[in-house]
């Protein structure tokens, strides 16, 4: 939930570099079509060199960082059809769904370490990785409320921080970036523990336990949203000043 934690958080709450090499440069590019630019082409690659790039830049799409978004993405509605499957209180059932929210989580602790160890960060990964964080996130949230497993109010304040935070940093994007924080983290992970022991059929101690992991997180998310909304206001704020001080220095 990258948001953060975080992502923007984090976060949940909560941000990674270009997801694949950068383009190669004219020369590589004509190595890629297999012809050198000659000397009457004023330096230019030949004339399949724009093709091969491109056909390479499609491909770094196609990596493993990417490949771990997209199943998140298709485990999505899976859980939700095998969260409801049967009525929605089968244990056998919620069991399954709960395999399928657990390899969720896992593949987005491991994408974005991916993406930035080895350099595989690109545009659809920076788009498409939050989005399947939060998708998987809401739909468990929803179908555990919807099933009345869940108090509808914890579903609003948890997406509605996701949903918020993700907003603040676009608005604030010009200015700079808000840099996952511990807390978000920490709220992402205790989030994830905290829906996974919901969507399991659980009884007895098990279940009082998930209420306290639960309230843990709920307040995780809100302390670190309000955080979130600290940082916001002092980049911004630095920006600006920023921007105002290279004015008077240009104008001078």
């Not at 009525?87 to 069991?95: E, F, K, M, N, V």
């Not at 914890?154 to 921080?161: A, C, N």
């Not at 098990?206 to 992991?213: D, E, I, N, Q």
């Not at 639960?214 to 909304?229: H, I, N, Q, R």
Request: hydrophobic fraction near 50%.
């Amino acid at each position: 939930m990258t948001g953060v934690p975080a992502s923007a958080a984090g976060g949940s709450s909560g941000a990674h570099g270009a997801r694949g090499p950068a383009a190669p440069a004219d020369g590589a590019r004509s190595e890629v079509s297999g012809s050198a630019p000659g000397p009457d082409s004023g330096g230019r690659p030949a004339r399949g060199g724009k093709i091969a790039a491109a056909a390479v830049n499609q491909a770094s799409v196609w990596n493993v960082a990417n490949l771990l978004t997209m199943l998140r993405l298709v485990l999505v509605p899976g859980f939700v059809a095998l969260m409801l499957a049967n009525g929605g209180y089968d244990p056998a059932w919620r069991s399954l769904a709960w395999a399928a929210f657990a390899i969720a989580m896992i593949t987005d602790l491991f994408d974005g370490h991916l993406a930035r160890t080895y350099n595989l960060v690109t545009d659809f990964g920076k788009i498409a990785d939050p989005i399947a964080d939060k998708a998987i996130m809401g739909a468990a949230l929803i179908c555990l409320s919807g099933l009345g497993d869940l108090p509808w109010w914890v579903t609003g304040v948890i997406l509605g921080r996701e949903l918020g935070i993700t907003l603040l940093r676009f608005l604030v994007i010009r200015y700079g970036v808000i840099p996952a924080s511990r807390g978000g983290k920490l709220k992402t992970l205790t989030q994830g523990v905290a829906v996974g022991m919901y969507v399991l059929a659980l009884t007895g101690w098990l279940a009082t336990l998930r209420f306290w992991v639960m309230a843990a997180a709920v307040v995780l998310t809100v302390v670190t949203g309000l955080d979130y909304v600290r940082q916001a206001i002092v980049l911004r704020r630095r920006g600006i000043a920023e921007r105002a001080a290279a004015l008077e220095e240009k104008e001078a």
